[in-house]
């Protein structure tokens, strides 16, 4: 038995279920008149959550988040946002959005500029004040952002991505409504999902493991693997649409509260060079680095725990209780194959690139997570494999 | 697959680990100077709490709970409280600390007096502001207190029990250091050992399962089994400790987010007419619930999946694959016996009060989410099984 010793936190409320949009009414009752919705560019569900809102006397203002978001439109949202007024904040939309609005929210209760509170490449003062309420409503199931506490933001600049990071940024109350992921297309689904599914693994075989993160892991791997391939192939499948809404939520649970792993260590760094997409860079990634995590951990002395969890998680994807670890990375490779994932090449990098890739990757925080320290080599085995 | 639809909070951050009281020192920099600190009688390690909030450079007050609160004590605790202009609160003790603790952060910060905002003798009232900041601290591993969402309050002209219950009192930071726990008496680790494996029991096979508690509880459920029989017998078994605080606060998880069952249904009211422990309540009544319910849920058509539950159950407790339900309740009753757990009629409970108990038990919410509706005959049987 290991000794338990962890850190956990998440949003004030978790509400989740088909149709649980409708709960929003209820929720906001105690907010103040006026919401600030921020949404991605098109998304067709928006008007019952205008209309929820309208119905509940607020007075609304719309800021449109049309992509990954970075420090000049996060900027720009701020002004907006200090001019609304608003009483409460709404994110309604994919992790960009989800980011967006934990940034907005933060800098309406805290002075100064966003560069002020940004790690790396600003002033990394800490944020002072609680966020304003911030309902976050997911519209993929990928990130977790509605249960995370970082926004992660673009200085195309710099060509980084870095966070703004506090438990302040954990949301007042996520929402996550399965039916609202329905009309996802199949390319984001797969996409979002590999991010999704590599936020249950990783966690599960981190350097630092958590005896409640390791609970989210065991029942968000096996769901993952049964429904991914589903919710692609069949959008309308309401219940692998819940149930990989259910995995995004316990992977934001997940990283939120163990570090994550070299995936996550190669997509910060590459999400920052390349406008990539964060899930399609996970996805790209995750069966490479899978089979090289694999390989390595079974030659290292003293780790037979963690090699028995890559063991376990063989047998919850693959469902065979006799499965091998080899079994497992097969099985990611050929899921991926079938979710039509894009290799790296495809979003614009070149071996050229790997040096700094490499270089970044391995001061990133995710990277320290890692279940193996990985050379050089085995991390430009990774990336080649991932093209 | 059953549709996952739930509603889950808890505390703003929940920090676990030997010798995590430390870390208090680092909560605290971020709030103000004055720390009220609520505890029990007499606790031996109250010395070290003290040190770190005065190395801190805090002022402290302090209010000592000697027994579980009645409306007199916490009234009287507000007032004191409100005369303290203490920043933030911390309750370092029992389950009536803890509870004690919940209740003046929320008046602190919400106008008027407890009543109120009492359900039942009060006038119900909903909290209008957040509670002051509070550090709950347990000091043994029962209730869970620490991430639950209401303070339990005795009033004793009316002989009933009542709950102050809003999200509001869900404590900002938990910190649980099993440590902590090492000087409990044997009477009391048993009483509360009991509390908080039935607080992972009921909620696994209560009408209102919920996807996350069912994961807290089949983590809680064979970790109790295994350790609160150690803890009893050797209070310095820090790893039995450890794993008790850990069942503790994965039944406060699984109680503040799933309804509970007969066991709480019958220690509210019974509580409420008798001076006793609400864990030693708890614990007379465990094993005859367990029978009575484990026989009638059987002989209930549709009811295979809950039947399993209970056959799981028992599985995990025994740590026997083959082992039935009846293996489950007998094993059960064994550990009550092993625990020298005293009877109701110790608890100064008589057959002419069951009348009494039955009718109110009957209105009570716990017993809504008992898994099988019991008649009046079942509930009594269960009375006289536990004295």
């Not at 904040?89 to 994919?94: D, Q, R, S």
């Not at 500029?113 to 790396?120: G, P």
């Not at 939120?256 to 999400?271: C, D, E, Q, S």
Request: net charge neutral.
């Amino acid at each position: 038995m290991t000794m338990k010793d962890f850190d956990f936190a998440t949003s004030g409320r978790i509400l989740f279920g088909r149709g649980k949009l409708d709960v929003l009414s209820e929720v906001i009752k105690y907010y103040g008149k006026k919401a600030l919705v921020i949404k991605g560019k098109k998304f067709p569900n928006a008007d019952k959550l205008l209309e929820i809102l309208h119905r509940a006397g607020k007075n609304i203002q719309i800021f449109v988040v049309p992509h990954e978001p970075d420090i000049d439109l996060i900027e720009q949202s701020i002004r907006e946002a200090r001019k609304s007024q608003c009483d409460f904040v709404v994110g309604f939309g994919g992790g960009a959005v989800g980011d967006a609005g934990k940034a907005v929210s933060a800098l309406l209760n805290n002075p100064g500029n966003l560069i002020d509170y940004l790690e790396v490449v600003g002033k990394g003062e800490r944020l002072k004040n609680p966020s304003f309420p911030y309902i976050a409503i997911p519209t993929t199931a990928g990130t977790g952002s509605e249960v995370t506490r970082n926004a992660v933001i673009r200085v195309p600049k710099s060509r980084v991505k870095v966070s703004l990071r506090h438990a302040y940024l954990l949301p007042s109350i996520a929402i996550i409504d399965p039916e609202l992921t329905l009309s996802v297309p199949p390319t984001v689904t797969a996409s979002t999902g590999m991010d999704a599914f590599t936020q249950v693994i990783e966690p599960y075989v981190t350097k630092f493991t958590n005896p409640v993160v390791d609970m989210f892991c065991r029942e968000g791997i096996p769901l993952g693997a049964k429904n991914l391939l589903s919710a692609y192939e069949n959008g309308a499948h309401l219940e692998a649409r819940e149930n990989m809404a259910y995995v995004s939520l316990l992977g934001g649970l997940s990283l939120a509260n163990a570090k994550l792993g070299a995936v996550h260590g190669f997509a910060g760094p590459i999400g920052g060079m390349f406008n990539a997409p964060h899930g399609t860079i996970c996805a790209a990634l995750l069966p490479a680095v899978m089979q090289v995590n694999a390989e390595q951990i079974s030659k290292v002395d003293g780790e037979e725990k963690k090699v028995n969890r890559f063991k376990e998680i063989a047998e919850w994807i693959t469902g065979d209780k006799a499965a091998t670890i080899q079994d497992g990375v097969e099985w990611i490779s050929s899921l991926a194959a079938s979710l039509e994932i894009p290799g790296l090449s495809e979003l614009g990098i070149s071996s050229s690139d790997f040096a700094s890739i490499i270089d970044k990757s391995k001061r990133s925080s995710s990277m320290k997570g890692n279940p193996v320290t990985l050379s050089d080599d085995q991390l430009e085995r990774i990336l080649e494999m991932s093209m």
